[in-house]
């Protein structure tokens, strides 16, 4: 930020976080893409993306665990933010292809952990993170573990229903997908859904004058 490649602008009471300007936005694309490219991750990372912008959970999930198997350590998710700063990251370079990132913005009844809000035509994308508390029985119990990675990621989806998240979409987007992302160390879990925004507006709407 001090160093003039970050600027921040005031949203209310928060400080929101921006590139400066197109060539430093550009550098930063450069260097997160050679990121990739000098661990041999560069078709990882393109098939996590493309997956995630069209709702395959389960090649989303694949790839994501290969990217975090290969480039992360064990101590950086020991915090639980690090899993939040690292999708934003990856994320970053869709700003190229006109698409609006929010990080804990408040919409609806709470604050979804990230939206990426698409140019027109294309459905936007809810995630919620999850992170499954350490367990010394999963080191003889993997299915345990793989067994509360996906209740985790399922919870996420019914946090993003239950919240109404879907306020931070337009009000003519017709579709979205909602993405639920539990971890643990390097194991991940992945729940999406293809939701119809219009439908699930209606149905929030009813309940509400119940």
């Keep these: 930020y001090f160093s003039g ?13 921006r590139v400066p300007n197109d060539e430093v936005r550009r550098e930063l694309r450069i260097l997160w893409e050679r990121f990739f490219e000098e661990r041999g991750l560069e078709g990882a990372y393109k098939n996590c993306i493309e997956a995630l ?7 989303f999930q694949n790839e994501f665990s290969n990217i975090i198997k290969c480039v992360i350590s064990t101590f950086d998710t ?28 408040e919409h609806g009844l709470g604050r979804p952990d990230i939206v990426l809000c698409p140019p027109a035509g294309k459905p936007p994308v809810i995630i919620e993170l999850k992170k499954l508390p350490p367990n010394p029985r999963y080191k003889d119990h993997p299915d345990e573990r793989e067994r509360d990675l996906q209740i985790e990621s399922e919870k996420a989806i019914q946090q993003i229903h239950k919240k109404e998240y879907s306020y931070a979409l337009p009000p003519d987007t017709t579709s979205a997908i909602f993405c639920g992302v539990a971890c643990l160390t390097k194991y991940v879990a992945v729940k999406m859904e293809v939701v119809d925004i219009a439908s699930l507006r209606l149905s929030n709407s009813d309940v509400g004058e119940n």
């Design 53 to 59: 912008l069209k709702g395959d959970g389960a090649t």
């Design 5 to 17: 490649y970050l600027t921040g602008v005031r949203i209310g009471s928060n400080l929101q976080a």
């Design 78 to 105: 020991a915090h639980d933010a690090f899993y939040h700063a690292f999708l934003l990251s990856m994320f970053y370079p869709l700003m190229d292809s006109d698409y609006r990132i929010e990080s804990n913005r």
